[in-house]
């Protein structure tokens, strides 16, 4: 019975105390919401910069109160949204740019309709 | 005893296949993205697109399915499958953005050729149709000169024909002159009508020309005759070649030619000057081609001067011939 008590109070303590993790993960997150700022975040993925800034204040907060397991995985939820801005602002950009072709085909079409008549099919 | 262990045995042994056996405690979250990666992975519009970020996402989900233990991990893995799925469809809608910006270019260059085709097409057309609108106004004036000339040739062989018919000898020699005016004025007609506008121009500059409520007035000075004198000075005829010019560009209107003299010396004798001078230049302009069945002369002596008479200078603006393009 007792060593099975020392076990157990083992198991605990080591989920408890995880490994302290670098402290340079919360500035690779930064540098994550950076990037995603440089590429017009805000203005595209306005609410995945918002879970960005938001998960790494909470992670720095883990940090300080020693709860390192949750604070990585804020790290990485912080970055993931950081990255699905970049991917969203360059596909807003995409689409952005098709909306443009073709109101300028619309309207180079019917320029040529008006200048050619029926010989324009 | 054996029987019980048995028993207890079995049923051990159903608790641990049980255990094995179990399925993963059924987790709502990680069932909704699983099913938002079957979704984009059937979508008509974004499958096939991004390929390896839905790989990533597929290995998000299974590492996320996998996983036991304690619900903050797990809850994180699901999470971060859910943004992988979101990252993947983003992906796709973008190549597919791509794929649509090489249709719409590619739309685009070919309505520019097919433009710029037309538009050659349309130059070649309308360069043809200026040149036929230039063979056709050229082949029209050249037709039109040919009918005038045939008119005016007709005309001169009908007034000959009229003109042969009197037989005076003075008539005779005003038929002989006139004959070969008429030539002169065909000639002249057909100029005119090739350069009309121009001439006319031309002619309006050189002379000296009234508007007046019977008509347009030309002036000739006292430049025609010596003092005292009915006959046309030398040269004379030629300084009215211009006037003949300005009459037959009315050919339909009637002249008259009206003589005036100053105020010296007796009226009775000035109106008789004035009418033969009058008379003369009548002479000299159809001598020179103008129609004399339009042409009529006046003496009107000292009676209509245009100047005053107290002075050379004015006498000299009142001795004059002034021959009238007459408006009916």
């Known amino acids: 019975m007792k060593p099975i008590l020392i076990a157990l109070v083992c198991l605990v303590l080591a989920a408890c105390t995880t490994v302290r993790p670098d402290p340079s993960i919360l500035e690779t997150a930064e540098q994550a919401i950076e990037a995603a700022e440089a590429v017009g975040g805000d203005e595209f993925a306005p609410v995945e910069m918002r879970f960005a800034r938001e998960k790494l204040a909470s992670a720095r907060i883990g940090m300080e109160k020693e709860k390192y397991e949750v604070a990585v995985y804020l790290v990485e939820e912080s970055e993931i949204n950081s990255e699905l801005a970049i991917e969203k602002s360059r596909t807003a950009k995409t689409r952005r740019r098709v909306n443009e072709l073709r109101k300028s085909n619309v309207e180079l079409d019917e320029r040529l309709r008006a200048t050619f008549g029926d010989e324009y099919k | ?328």
């Open chain 2, 1 to 328: 005893m054996s029987r019980r262990l048995t028993k207890l045995a079995l049923v051990l042994i159903l608790v641990l296949l049980s255990a094995c056996g179990a399925p993963p405690k059924k987790d709502l979250a990680l069932e909704r993205v699983r099913g938002e990666l079957d979704e984009l992975k059937s979508n008509p519009e974004l499958a096939g697109y991004a390929p390896l970020a839905v790989g990533e996402a597929e290995r998000a989900i299974r590492a996320a399915e996998l996983a036991s233990g304690d619900d903050l991990y797990r809850s994180y893995l699901v999470y971060m499958a859910d943004r992988r799925i979101q990252i993947a469809r983003t992906m796709a809608e973008r190549e597919q953005n791509e794929k649509t910006l090489d249709e719409l270019a590619r739309e685009k260059s070919a309505m520019l050729i097919k433009a710029s085709q037309l538009e050659a097409d349309q130059a070649r057309m309308d360069a043809e149709e200026a040149r036929l609108l230039v063979a056709t106004t050229a082949e029209e004036a050249q037709r039109a000169r040919e009918e005038k000339e045939a008119a005016l040739q007709k005309e001169a062989e009908s007034a000959r024909a009229a003109q042969l018919s009197a037989e005076e000898a003075d008539q005779a020699r005003r038929v002989a002159e006139s004959r070969a005016s008429e030539a002169e004025y065909a000639r002249l007609e057909a100029e005119l009508a090739s350069q009309q506008v121009t001439s006319l121009t031309r002619q309006l500059e050189n002379l000296q020309l009234r508007e007046t409520e019977s008509g347009v007035v030309v002036t000739l000075g006292d430049v025609l005759f010596a003092s005292g004198q009915a006959r046309l000075v030398e040269g004379g005829r030629s300084s009215l070649e211009e006037v003949v010019d300005l009459l037959q560009t009315e050919p339909d209107k009637k002249i008259r030619v009206e003589g005036h003299t100053d105020s010296l010396g007796d009226a009775q004798a000035n109106l008789l000057l004035s009418e033969q001078r009058a008379e003369a230049v009548l002479e000299a302009l159809v001598s020179m081609g103008v129609d004399s069945e339009r042409i009529s002369s006046l003496g009107m002596g000292e009676d209509f001067p245009i100047a005053s008479n107290e002075d050379e200078d004015g006498r000299a603006r009142n001795r004059r011939v002034d021959v009238i393009l007459l408006d009916n």
